[in-house]
């Protein structure tokens, strides 16, 4: 690949950069974005090669484009690059939601849906913007492509050939199950860790409350600290999966608190052990 364009030079987009960067052979990196200031940044820290301000001239000659933008602006960043597009562009994204995307992306390019796939990687940080982009971000991390029947194999091969040049492990499922795995095991823990962030914040003594607060509140809040907007977008868009998830939850928090009503030691032990066990094989699992 010659040229890659990525609208959204922010964490994501932007350790996608400096990953391809490192390679013998890296892309010319031309980043487009909602702001003229964050894309100096980009090229001002050596990040992407050229910005552009005009999507025709970005795209007429992308061989891979990476949208790398909140979920929320896919949509509108699709209906500008569809007039330019060539027959053998590849278009994927980088959401962290999947079956709103392929439904706008069908929606909106039409017959070219099939240069199009849908990505995610299982990679952030609680700090967003191009500053913190790292280029070993993807090293060792999940990809998750989400074809569908209509996706060409030249674009399945680009996009893979992409997230391997960045270090991660790809691998491919269906845009619903994607979407109710993460719900249950990323987008809930994050709705948690702002409700509860929240919740003690608006607490008349919340002052006294955050002061003594210490491992144990900053290791389960931690992800409260990531980007408002992208959770906006990420929450709204996998609602369906995310409500069910929260009832589930509710449903545990319901045993749990009934359990302490009781003073049901035996049972809360036996939840408290369940959990432990889990997390811990889990733990060992990624070593």
Same mark, same amino acid.
């Given at each position: 690949?010659?040229?890659?364009?990525?609208?959204?030079?922010?964490?994501?987009?932007?350790?996608?950069?400096?990953?391809?960067?490192?390679?013998?052979?890296?892309?010319?990196?031309?980043?487009?974005?909602?702001?003229?200031?964050?894309?100096?940044?980009?090229?001002?820290?050596?990040?992407?090669?050229?910005?552009?301000?005009?999507? $025709?001239?970005?795209?007429?000659?992308?061989?891979?484009?990476?949208?790398?933008?909140?979920?929320?602006?896919?949509?509108?960043?699709? $209906?500008?690059?569809?007039?330019?597009?060539?027959?053998?562009?590849?278009?994927?994204?980088?959401?962290?939601?999947?079956?709103?995307?392929?439904?706008?992306? $069908?929606?909106?390019? #039409?017959?070219?849906?099939?240069?199009?796939?849908? #990505?995610?990687?299982?990679?952030?940080?609680?700090?967003?913007?191009?500053?913190?982009?790292?280029?070993?971000?993807?090293?060792?991390?999940?990809?998750?492509?989400?074809?569908?029947?209509?996706?060409?194999?030249?674009?399945?091969?680009?996009?893979?050939?992409?997230?391997?040049?960045? #270090?991660?492990?790809?691998?491919?499922?269906?845009?619903?199950?994607?979407?109710?795995?993460?719900?249950?095991?990323?987008?809930?823990?994050?709705?948690?860790?702002?409700?509860?962030?929240?919740?003690?914040?608006?607490?008349?003594?919340?002052?006294?409350?955050?002061?003594?607060?210490?491992?144990?509140?900053?290791?389960?809040?931690?992800?409260?600290?990531?980007?408002?907007?992208?959770?906006?977008?990420?929450?709204?868009?996998?609602?369906?999966?995310?409500?069910?998830?929260?009832?589930?939850?509710?449903?545990?928090?319901?045993?749990?608190?009934?359990?302490?009503?009781?003073?049901?030691?035996?049972?809360?032990?036996?939840?408290?052990?369940?959990?432990?066990?889990?997390?811990?094989?889990?733990?060992?699992?990624?070593?």
């Amino acid at each position: 690949m010659k040229t890659i364009v990525i609208f959204g030079v922010g964490l994501i987009g932007g350790s996608v950069a400096l990953a391809l960067k490192k390679t013998g052979h890296a892309p010319t990196i031309v980043g487009v974005g909602r702001s003229v200031e964050s894309l100096n940044q980009a090229l001002e820290l050596g990040v992407i090669d050229a910005l552009e301000t005009n999507v $025709q001239a970005a795209c007429s000659d992308a061989d891979l484009i990476l949208i790398a933008a909140p979920v929320a602006q896919t949509s509108a960043i699709l $209906q500008s690059i569809k007039p330019h597009l060539n027959k053998d562009t590849v278009i994927t994204d980088a959401g962290s939601t999947k079956s709103d995307v392929l439904s706008a992306a $069908q929606a909106i390019l #039409g017959e070219q849906f099939n240069q199009f796939i849908g #990505g995610h990687p299982i990679a952030g940080a609680e700090k967003s913007g191009v500053s913190a982009a790292k280029s070993d971000l993807f090293v060792g991390k999940n990809v998750v492509l989400t074809p569908t029947p209509a996706t060409n194999i030249h674009a399945a091969h680009r996009a893979t050939q992409l997230w391997q040049a960045c #270090g991660a492990k790809v691998s491919e499922m269906s845009a619903e199950n994607h979407d109710a795995i993460f719900a249950a095991v990323s987008h809930l823990p994050h709705l948690l860790a702002f409700a509860l962030v929240d919740d003690i914040a608006s607490r008349p003594n919340a002052e006294q409350l955050f002061s003594f607060a210490a491992s144990g509140f900053r290791d389960f809040t931690r992800i409260a600290g990531s980007h408002p907007e992208m959770w906006r977008d990420i929450s709204l868009a996998n609602k369906t999966a995310l409500l069910s998830e929260i009832s589930a939850f509710e449903s545990e928090l319901t045993q749990l608190k009934q359990l302490l009503a009781n003073e049901d030691a035996t049972g809360i032990q036996a939840l408290f052990e369940r959990a432990s066990v889990a997390r811990n094989n889990w733990a060992e699992s990624k070593k």
